[in-house]
């Protein structure tokens, strides 16, 4: 069982955790703290929006099962760990590149003005594809995360299950944000990309009931304090 002083340092590496995530999402030098995040998140502008925050989301839930790898008993397996960074890293630089990516999109509509209807509708239809890709690679993510917070499940003590469980929760919100927006930006196309989104939006229905049947499971043993 964790002391509480272990407690205290585990909740500030908690409340630590998206600042850092952010904060590795760094292109050219740049970094973003998670209060200027949010600040743009909220301003009256077209991004970063849903794409960024669902990305960040993903970050967030692989760091989070970064910090219980690290407090389970036993070294922590090296290459889940390690790919645990690689996926925070990747997720992180996801969110960047969405809010680029959309400002794509709003110079193909700023460009096709004055061009004949279908070629207009062509070039933003072009636009929201390729803006598409990104919210699709971070649902790739989100899977890749959850399927080791499940290889985790009977691993960690007790007293960690329910940050695991957390880590796995917060990525599924960030794919479901990923798989939501490509529906959403492409509706009934004919693509790939739809086919996937749609696909990966039941699988991570199922993993995020999977996740909440182990917290049920987990909870009817005994209470944190009678362990």
């Avoid at 992180?92 to 959309?102: G, M, P």
Wanted: hydrophobic share 50%; with cysteine.
């Amino acid at each position: 069982m964790r002391s509480p002083r272990s407690a205290k340092r585990q909740a500030a590496s908690v409340c630590a955790i998206f600042v850092w995530a952010i904060g590795r999402a760094d292109i050219d030098s740049e970094r973003v703290s998670m209060e200027e995040f949010l600040l743009k998140l909220s301003a009256r502008t077209p991004a970063p929006g849903g794409g960024a925050a669902g990305a960040y989301s993903v970050a967030v839930g692989a760091s989070l099962c970064q910090m219980v790898l690290r407090f389970a008993p036993g070294p922590p397996g090296e290459v889940s760990l390690a790919l645990l960074v690689n996926l925070t890293d990747r997720a992180a630089r996801l969110a960047k590149e969405d809010e680029a990516s959309y400002e794509a999109v709003l110079s193909a509509f700023r460009s096709s003005k004055g061009m004949d209807p279908k070629d207009a509708a062509e070039v933003k239809k072009r636009a929201f594809i390729d803006a598409s890709e990104i919210p699709s690679l971070s649902v790739s993510v989100a899977l890749e995360v959850c399927e080791i917070v499940m290889s985790q499940v009977n691993r960690v003590s007790p007293h960690l299950i329910g940050d695991l469980i957390a880590a796995g929760l917060i990525a599924v919100a960030g794919g479901l944000v990923g798989a939501e927006l490509v529906l959403a930006n492409l509706g009934d196309i004919e693509s790939e990309l739809v086919y996937r989104a749609q696909s990966n939006l039941e699988e991570l229905l199922r993993v995020q009931s999977a996740l909440l049947r182990v917290l049920g499971d987990k909870r009817s043993i005994a209470p944190l304090w009678d362990i």
